[in-house]
């Protein structure tokens, strides 16, 4: 298991430095926009689609309108928890 | 601790939030799979990767060769390797910041990193990744000692993630390449393919022109 552990532990690391550390021609174009918006909908809609989804929807309506008034993303993002919870 | 690191720390907290019930999950889930604190302890210290942790302990406990389960597991992160660059245009990546770049901190980072003064970006990621990791650790080590009171923390937190992400997500929602890539990944997640998705997001997104 240990060495198993050190493989994964390495593996990831490297594919996480690598690309980083290396100068490279590559236009990465929206691939971040792009992960960040792919990150967002498989973190909040899991297969398969239910009626959970709505409860989902409408937190996350209560987290925007909790954005927009606070202005503060951790606040927010503790009011979508307490409605979500509540919902 | 330097100003723009304590700046990153705090920042860090809506993260914190989502982190733990999650870290506390796998350290039960390590207990269940028979491993004991100390080798649960080690794959959230040295690894620090959720999904891939997850793939490993719960294959193994299913019989799976643990070389074999660690190799899935790094097809998992294979995601990972289109951070640093996306992150590349505001902060150099030395060995702390990416053995750092979870998910999560990727997606703080880019929303916040651009705004920052240059010479503060490195130290307010590394308190952005370390909070995470501090709470990732802590969660983890909850868990390991069997803290069972701490279950239902998972779910009463699960929508901490998701309510992060979405925040991050916004402006970029009227980014058609972003759009398409979002769907093409969640379309690829209902069909159990997270991983596979979130790659092909990123190799969607080297399509598009920078704004």
């Known amino acids: 298991m240990t060495l198993a552990v050190l493989f ?32 967002f909908l498989a973190s909040a809609f899991g297969p398969p689609p239910s009626w959970a989804w709505l409860k989902t929807l409408a937190a996350l309506g209560a987290t925007y309108l909790a954005e927009r008034l606070l202005r503060n993303l951790g606040l927010a993002v503790l009011v979508g928890m307490v409605l979500y919870a509540l919902f | 601790m330097e100003v723009p ?38 794959v959230s210290l040295l690894v620090f990767a959720g999904a891939s942790q997850f793939a490993l302990v719960g294959l193994v406990a299913q019989g799976t060769p643990p070389l074999l389960a660690a190799g899935l597991g790094l097809l998992l ?51 952005l990744g ?24 998972s779910q009463a937190f699960g929508f901490a993630l998701p309510a992060l992400f979405f925040l991050l997500a916004l402006p970029h929602l009227r980014n058609r390449v972003a759009l398409l890539a979002g769907g093409v990944a969640l379309v690829l997640h209902l069909l159990g393919q997270t991983a596979l998705g979130l790659v092909l997001a990123g190799a969607l997104g080297l399509l598009g022109r920078r704004p």
């Open chain 1, 8 to 39: 994964l532990a390495l593996g990831t690391f490297l594919i996480r430095f690598l690309p980083w550390r290396k100068p490279g021609r590559l236009h990465l174009g929206q691939a971040g926009p792009a992960l960040v918006v792919a990150l």
């Open chain 2, 130 to 153: 370390l909070g995470a990791y501090l709470s990732w650790n802590l969660g983890t080590l909850l868990g390991s000692l069997g803290a069972e009171g701490l279950k239902g923390l």
């Open chain 2, 5 to 42: 690191m304590k700046a990153g720390f705090l920042a860090a907290w809506p993260l914190v939030l989502g982190y733990f019930p999650v870290a506390v999950a796998f350290g039960l889930l390590g207990r269940e799979a028979d491993l004991s604190p100390w080798e649960i302890q080690m």
């Open chain 2, 77 to 127: 992160n294979l995601r990972h390797a289109f951070y640093g660059p996306a992150l590349r245009p505001y902060l150099r990546g030395g060995p702390l910041e990416a053995f750092l770049l979870t998910d999560e901190v990727f997606a703080l980072a880019l929303k916040t990193l651009p705004h920052l003064p240059e010479e503060e970006r490195r130290a307010h990621f590394l308190g």
